[in-house]
């Protein structure tokens, strides 16, 4: 068994966001997918995003607001959501003073 650990983990800053991203865990040909948890401070938003992995994120803090294909979807502590392939998207924390995190694991779609 390995452990993983988000508090100690290397970081890196996309705008405020915090990213730990599992590549550094050397996971690579064990795993079929990458994974990373990612933080938005309280009143913030990730930029817009589009890319052609499948993304499965679950809310491990906090309440998300997504804004994917023009709609608007609020994702509560503990529950999840899934980005298709090249879906446009934008995660906010309206929170005034709590942290939103989130663990995705992310993909190649498969053909068929």
């Given at each position: 068994m390995r452990t993983f650990d988000l508090i100690t983990g290397e970081s890196l800053f996309v705008k405020d966001l915090r990213v730990v991203r599992w590549e550094q865990y050397e996971l690579d040909r064990q795993m079929p997918f990458q994974a990373m948890w990612y933080s938005v401070p309280p009143g913030?938003?990730?930029?817009?995003?589009?890319?052609?992995?499948?993304?499965?994120?679950?809310?491990?803090?906090?309440?998300a607001h997504v804004l994917a294909g023009g709609t608007e979807h609020e994702i509560k502590h503990g529950n999840a959501f899934l980005l298709s392939s090249t879906e446009s998207h934008v995660v906010q924390n309206r929170s005034a003073d709590q942290e939103l995190t989130i663990f995705s694991a992310y993909w190649m779609p498969t053909d068929g």
């Open positions: 913030s938003e990730s930029p817009l995003d589009t890319h052609p992995e499948l993304e499965l994120s679950i809310v491990v803090a906090g309440t």
